[in-house]
DNA sequence: ATGAAAGCGCTAACAT
DNA sequence: ATGTTAGCGCTTTCAT
C-alpha cells in the first residue's frame, strides 16, 4: 500500500499541512527540525505523490497527449522518441495516439485526450485532415478543448497557433541546389502527392534553386509521384528516357524506385545518373551505392516542440512559428555532371 | 469551463448521488423519468466525467503503460500501434515508455508508471536488462508495484508471471526447413548475439530442422553476428568461400549484408546462393531481389498481450504463457538446390 | 511556525 | 426511488 501524507503527518506528529508545505518547498515557515522529520520519513518510505489526487485540485496533470498519423512511419517514431525523452525530463508522461492517417481519429483523439485532461497536445495532422475543411474541423476542436496545443510537421493555413514546421521548402532547395553545384543543368523532379503540404513545399523549393541558378524551368522534368516506391519507379523509367542527368526525388521511398529502374535499363548511380532523397532513412546509408538524402533535423524539431510547449505553460512569449532547417547528407549517389564538350 | 455532476444535479433538481447512479448504469431504482431527464442533460452538455476524481475512488486510471526498448525499431512500433488500437477500443490510454536497452531506465520506467498507478504495464525488457542476474531486478520491481504485468517479446526466466513471446525457435525452424525442403544440404547461419534470447532460439530452430532431415551437424557453418547490417557483410564473405548453397540470415539487416557480399563476389541470389532472413521489414519486398523472410505475427501479439492483461482485471483464469508462431514470407531468394550429378 | 477546514469531482454505503 | 454523507489524497486560505 502506498503511504498518503495523512501517513507521514501522523507519523511525524504534525499536520498534513505541514507536511504538504514541507514537501512541496514551501516551507519558509516551517522549523528546520519539522522540516528534517518530515522529509525523513517521507524519503524513508519511498513517498510519492498521488498523481491523481494532486491533479484534482491543481488542474495539472502533468501529461502530454501526442497525436501521430503513424508510429510506424519511421520518421514519426524518431520523433516521438525524442519528445518522450524531453518531456520525461520534465517530469511529464506522454500519451501516444495513432491515427492512421484518418480525420475521425484525429478528431477522437483531441477528445479523448481533452477527457483526459492533458495539460497539453502535440500534434502531426493525418493527410486527410490536412485538406480543405477539415483543417478547420482539427482547429475547432483544438480550441474547444482550451488546451495549449502546438501543430507539428504537417501545417495548418491559420497563423494563430503554434506550429513547429520543417522547411521542406529549404530541403528542396538544399537538394536541388547541391545537384546544380555539381554541374548539373537538366534535373528531373518527382514530388509526393500534390495535396500534401511537404510535396508542394519540396516542389517550390526545387524551384527556388532552377531559377536562382538560371536554369530554364522545364515543366517536362517534374512528375507527380506519392511518395511510393512504385511511383518512383514508373516515373524515373519515363524520366530516364529524356535528356536529363539528374534526379532529385522528393523522398527516399521514390529514390529506391529510381535506382531499380537505372538498374533495368543498365544506368549506373551516379555515373550516369546523379540521385538524390529526401528523409535519410536508415536503409539510405547500407544501398550498394549509398544514397544522398535531405534529412530532417528530428533532434532539434524535438526540442522546439517541447520549448514551445513548455512556453505556452507558463505564459512566456514564444516564437510561434519555427521553421527547423533540414540538412544533407551527402553519400555516393551524386557525382559531377560530364562536360558537355 | 467542464461539466460536473454536481452541475447535472442542480440542473435537474435530484442529487448528486442520482445522477452518478443514472450515468454508471447502475439505475435499476431510479424512475424512468428521472433517468431520462438526468441522461438529457448530461448529452445535452457533452457530460464527460472527470478521470482523475473517478480514479482517485476508483483506484482506476484506465491507463497501460508501455515500456519497449526503442520504438523507431519496427517491431516495437507496430507493436505499440496495434496496442495503443487495442487497448483505446476498451477504454484506456496508453503511457509511452522508451528505454534506449538500458537497465536502469527500465527500472526507472517501472516506478514512474507505478507512481501514474497505471492499471497494468506491459514490458519489454532492454537487452541489458535480460542479462543476468539484471532480470531479477526487474522482476523485482515489477512484483513491487503489485500492477498486473505482461512480458512481451524478450523473455525473463520465471514462470510466474504472464508473458506473449514469439515463438523464435519455431521461426528458425521454419527457415531452415524452407531451404530444406527446397534441396539445400549445406546450409550455413549466421546468428544475433548470443547474449539475447531470440538469438539463440531462432539458432536451436536451425539445428533442429537441420537434425531432423539427418544432415550432419557442421559447426563451422554457423557464424555469430550482432543483428547489424555489418557483420551479415562479414560473414557471407567468410561463408561465401565454403561449400553452401543457401544462408539463414537471423534478421534481414543482416541478409542485406549478404546481399553485399555476394554482389561484390558476383553471386547471384537465389541462382548461386539462396537466401531467408528474418523480421520481414516493408523494406525486403523492394529489394532488387525481394527477400524471403520469417515474419513475428505482430497484429496476432498485441492481440493476445491485450486479452492477457484484460484477463488479469478480471482475474479470468489465463494462459500465463503464449507462444505466437510466425510465419514464412515466401519472395525470391530463394531456389531449388542444384543436383549434384 | 503550525493547524483546521474547505474543496477538487466522484463513488458508494447507509439512510429515508 | 432518492438523498445524505463520508471519504479518495492533496492544496491552500485563513486562523491561531
Redesign the pocket.
Known amino acids: 500500500m502506498?503511504m498518503?501524507?495523512?501517513d507521514i503527518a501522523r507519523e511525524a506528529?504534525?499536520?498534513?499541512?505541514?507536511v504538504?508545505?514541507v514537501?512541496?518547498g514551501?516551507a519558509?515557515?516551517?522549523?528546520a527540525?519539522?522540516i528534517r522529520k518530515v522529509k525523513a520519513i517521507a524519503d524513508r518510505n519511498n513517498?510519492v505523490?498521488?498523481v491523481q489526487?494532486?491533479g484534482?485540485?491543481?488542474r495539472k496533470t502533468k501529461t502530454i497527449g501526442l497525436i501521430i498519423p503513424d508510429i510506424e512511419n519511421m520518421f514519426f517514431s524518431a520523433l516521438a522518441k525524442h519528445i518522450e525523452t524531453a518531456f520525461l525530463s520534465q517530469g511529464y508522461n506522454i500519451f501516444l495516439m495513432n491515427t492512421n492517417d484518418i480525420l475521425a481519429r484525429d478528431l477522437e483523439s483531441i477528445e479523448l485526450l481533452n477527457n483526459r485532461n492533458v495539460d497539453g497536445i502535440i500534434i502531426s495532422l493525418s493527410k486527410e485532415a490536412t485538406q480543405g475543411k477539415n483543417m478547420d474541423k482539427i482547429y475547432t476542436a483544438l480550441k474547444m478543448t482550451e488546451t495549449p496545443f502546438v501543430i507539428v510537421d504537417r501545417d495548418i493555413p491559420r497563423d494563430d497557433c503554434a506550429k513547429v514546421l520543417n522547411d521542406d521548402v529549404f530541403g528542396g532547395y538544399l537538394a536541388t541546389k547541391h545537384l546544380i553545384d555539381r554541374g548539373h543543368m537538366n534535373i528531373a523532379c518527382i514530388t509526393g502527392p500534390m495535396t500534401v503540404s511537404s510535396a508542394a513545399q519540396r516542389l517550390q523549393g526545387y524551384r527556388q534553386a532552377i531559377e536562382e541558378a538560371g536554369i530554364a524551368w522545364n515543366e517536362e522534368l517534374v512528375l507527380e509521384g506519392d511518395y511510393q516506391f512504385e511511383s518512383g519507379y514508373k516515373h524515373a523509367s519515363t524520366l530516364l528516357k529524356k535528356d536529363i542527368t539528374a534526379i532529385f526525388a522528393c523522398n527516399d521511398l521514390m529514390a529506391y524506385g529510381v535506382y531499380r529502374a537505372c538498374l533495368e535499363i543498365d544506368y549506373r548511380v551516379p555515373q550516369d545518373i546523379s540521385l538524390v532523397g529526401f528523409d535519410d532513412l536508415m536503409f539510405s546509408s547500407i544501398l550498394e551505392v549509398p544514397l544522398t538524402s535531405v534529412k530532417q533535423n528530428v533532434v532539434e524539431l524535438s526540442e522546439k516542440i517541447v520549448a514551445t510547449m513548455l512556453g505556452q505553460f507558463n505564459g512566456e512569449p514564444i516564437d510561434m512559428h519555427l521553421m527547423i532547417k533540414p540538412s544533407l547528407t551527402e553519400r555516393s549517389s551524386v557525382a559531377d555532371a560530364k562536360r558537355s564538350v
Request: glycine share 0%.
Open positions: 502506498k498518503t501524507i495523512k506528529n504534525v499536520s498534513v499541512t505541514t504538504s508545505f514537501l512541496n514551501k519558509e515557515k516551517i522549523s527540525e519539522t513517498y505523490p498521488n489526487a494532486v484534482l485540485v491543481t
